[in-house]
């Protein structure tokens, strides 16, 4: 328990994947660390507050948390600034208050932090942190974390000049001061142009990094991949698929998923500046024991990850003329439909699944329309008995009859091949 309140005190960072499947044991491992349910949990909304579709947004998150986490949570609306002094937003700072886990996720860092200025939001965030409590920033509202916030949005799609905007500094509490997180560390999506590092690319990032204070580091989450800081234990542990990286200067210390230091080990990377002949070296994960509950790092990482796999297993079913496995592996796509349609991130991703599933549905009716059997064991018996037939009439030296039984398999399509050892036959496709 907390030395300041009855609930420990956990900030959980996301890179990215904060309402996918992958995260799904993460958040559940986090909101029973927050003691017996149920658990008071808000999700707040300001990070994408301004666009048009927050209202899907908004359900999508409530679903995910309820079907997939087993959380009911409510939404602690702080959608713009100009809602500040309504009913609405007193209830809102009631809810964050008093809940035990407190969410925020996808959006625009920039947004976020115009419309928490001023408010009481920032303070009510910082309590949960010193009280107890668990805050579980992802993807852009992760971003606002640290002392220091990349304006993503306005560098990468309006093409600004980087820059640093001022950050709400919350994870000093964790005895991080100074340093800027970067979401989306490990991120592939440009192809043929680098979007690394949440899409600024090593040569902004190196610009970046030169305005920076003396002190100053970036701490990188990457993608699919949770770092949990225990204020109370002094602990940080990497969780997820991926890994997290402390940067100063271009120098990098690696932690990988399974990873747990203590926060100051992070903070002593930060400090490092090579001068010494090098990078600092990499830190080794503890190696995993059997059953452990991070097993779902190796679950797909997207729902074009987990169609592409079930559809390479569909194919091979049917090959095999494994009925059941290919009708199982199209039923684990509708349910992967449904898991991932609860994800935030939007995306086309479902739109390429459904059409797979249809296409493997269609397959299957041609499957059934031909017999999902092997054609050649069907129409064993019924050959075997002709042959027999054959080789009686053979042996009887009635070659009128051999002929004519074999001129009626051929026609059948049925090749015959006679050898010292007997007679081969094979269906013609």
Known sequence: MSASGPWPRLLAIMGSGETSPTMVGTHRRLVERMGPAPVPAVVLDTPFGFQANVEILTRRAVEYFRESVGLEVEVARWRSAAEGSTLEAERSLARLRSARYVFAGPGSPSYALRQWAGSPVPATLAAKL???????FASAAALTLGAATVPVYEIYKVGEEPCWLEGLDLLALAGLPGMALIPHYDNTEGGNHDTRYCYLGEPRLARLEEQLPHHGFVLGVDEHTGLVLDLDAGTASVVGRGGVTVRRQGYSTSFPSGSEVPIADLRRAGTARGDGGGPPSTTAAAPRPPG????????????????????ARFVAAVDERDVDAAVAAVLELDAAIVSWSRDTLQSDDADQARAALRAMIVRLGELARVGASDPEERARPFVEAVLEARSAARAGRDWATADALRDHLVAAGVEISDTPEGTDWRLLS
């Open 130 to 136: 010193e009280q107890g409590g668990c805050l579980t």
């Open 292 to 311: 452990d509950p991070e097993a779902d790092a190796a679950a797909p990482a997207s729902l074009v990850a987990a169609s592409r796999l079930l559809e």
